[in-house]
């Protein structure tokens, strides 16, 4: 078996609890190596006939590494030292005791949607890539609203007038998509979402896209706007520029120990959703 370990380079942390695992997986026997997770992303070339990566950060460690490893076909699983951690799989702790269940293979395989994007100059260079949450195509610095242009395939949706629109897959509906008022989809649902955010005097509303379509967004401006990649990479946008979304033919793998049915736990706890069942009263005492 071959195990790759991605640390958050700002978390000292993580790198110190990548080191002790790639020492423990040497002494089970196991090929592992280490890495940062902003470098893999550039030199990629480790990830290939490995069987697995571990994480070691947050969400958006998971996210680098699940749109990273998807082209080779290797299963991620993360540990915990974020703020929130909805991704991950482990604290500290828990991959410590099951570190042996992953060694030998004692794993359950939950594929993910992921989204392939070009953007399109005026001038007609392009830049391309993947995301594993969502694209977001939205205002600049200055708070002014911008107009975004949505087909859906050859039929014209609708031109929005807010600050922005959000394409997200699955995985990325529980981040932006949620806060901007968005449905929250299943991990293995295979739709994309189309969410405005903070539209004026146009639609509000979120539409869900089968896997098949293409979405293409153009853009009017007259100051600055963005095109920003799970909440980590940013390109400028000029008026005229397009952005064209669909469904990956790459599909990211998360490797689960948890019970099939953890998502909705997971959701009820890290979104805040559960409440005690007395909640206190004012005392009726005097004293």
């Given at each position: 078996m071959r195990v790759g370990?991605?640390?958050?380079?700002?978390?000292?942390a993580s790198i110190r609890h990548a080191d002790r695992v790639r020492q423990r997986l040497g002494d089970l026997g196991v090929d592992a190596w280490?890495?940062?997770?902003?470098?893999?992303?550039?030199?990629?070339?480790?990830?290939?006939?490995?069987?697995?990566?571990?994480?070691?950060?947050g969400d958006g460690t998971v996210l680098r590494a699940a749109r990273t490893?998807?082209?080779?076909?290797?299963?991620?699983?993360?540990v915990n030292y974020g703020r929130i951690g909805f991704l991950t799989e482990f604290s500290g702790a828990d991959l410590d005791a099951r570190l042996p269940d992953l060694v030998a293979g004692r794993f359950w395989i939950e594929p993910r949607l992921l989204i392939d994007w070009t953007h399109t100059g005026n001038g007609g260079a392009e830049a391309r890539g993947i995301a594993a949450g969502d694209v977001v195509v939205g205002r600049g610095r200055i708070a002014r609203v911008i107009e975004v242009e949505v087909r859906i395939d050859d039929a014209e949706l609708t031109?929005?007038?807010?600050?922005?629109?959000?394409?997200a897959a699955p995985t990325g509906t529980?981040?932006?998509?949620?806060?901007?008022?968005?449905?929250i989809l299943h991990p293995e649902v295979r739709e994309l979402v189309v969410t405005p955010i903070a539209p004026f005097l146009t639609p509000?509303?979120?539409?869900?896209?089968?896997r098949d379509v293409t979405i293409d967004i153009g853009v009017r401006t007259t100051h600055e706007a963005t095109l920003s990649i799970d909440g980590q990479?940013?390109?400028?946008?000029?008026?005229?520029?397009?952005?064209v979304c669909r469904a990956s033919d790459h599909v990211a793998q998360f490797a689960r120990v948890q019970s099939r049915s953890y998502f909705y736990a997971t959701l009820a706890e890290k979104l805040r959703w559960r409440v005690p069942h007395?909640?206190?009263?004012?005392s009726n005492s005097d004293t």
């Open positions: 370990l991605l640390y958050q380079p700002h978390i000292a280490t890495s940062s997770s902003f470098d893999i992303v550039d030199k990629p070339d480790p990830i290939e006939g490995s069987d697995l990566l571990l994480t070691f950060g490893a998807a082209p080779y076909g290797v299963p991620c699983a993360g031109t929005y007038t807010a600050d922005g629109v959000i394409v529980t981040g932006y998509t949620q806060a901007a008022g968005g449905p509000a509303n979120s539409i869900v896209v089968g990479t940013q390109y400028l946008l000029d008026t005229g520029d397009r952005v007395q909640l206190a009263r004012p």
